[in-house]
């Protein structure tokens, strides 16, 4: 059984895993941000590798998370010297901060990859009503013109 910590060596341990989160937070941030130049140029392979990669780092903060949240409880019910609550609120503001960035870069991202694809719909129904008006008059081939009049004698 391990033995028990203080306020303060709890508050040193929950800062330090906040400021985990918010590197990898970061790290998310930065790809978001490469993401939104990937979108914007197309390149949709690269895209794919890049949504990848950032499922990984999101998958990274969400065990930092459950691996935090025990000290959190604790942490709350610590009465910690002001020095390590001090810490703590920069850490906590620190990794704010960073995740309020990343939904930022993740609104924009989403709304680019809305135009994108309302561009894609609508190209494909223009295409489509163009088939249609084509079948209608014919499909684009038209018959051999026929002779109405003959030169015959008679």
Known sequence: MAA?????QCGELFARQLAEQAD????????SERQRK??????EGELLELLAD???LIDRHETLMK?????????ERA???????????????????????????EDASRAMLQDAKDKVS???????????ANKAYGGGRLPPPQARF?????
């Open 4 to 8: 028990p910590i203080g306020p303060d």
């Open 24 to 31: 990898v937070c970061a790290k998310i941030m930065a790809l």
């Open 38 to 43: 990937i979108v914007e140029e197309r390149r």
């Open 54 to 56: 950032k499922q990984r």
């Open 67 to 75: 691996k935090t949240q025990e000290l959190r409880e604790r942490w």
């Open 79 to 105: 009465r910690a010297r002001a020095a390590t609550r001090d810490k703590v609120e920069k850490a906590w503001e620190r990794l704010r901060d960073v995740l309020n960035e990343v939904v930022r870069l």
């Open 122 to 132: 609508r190209d494909i129904n223009r295409i489509q009503r163009g088939k249609i």
């Open 150 to 154: 003959s030169d015959r004698k008679g």
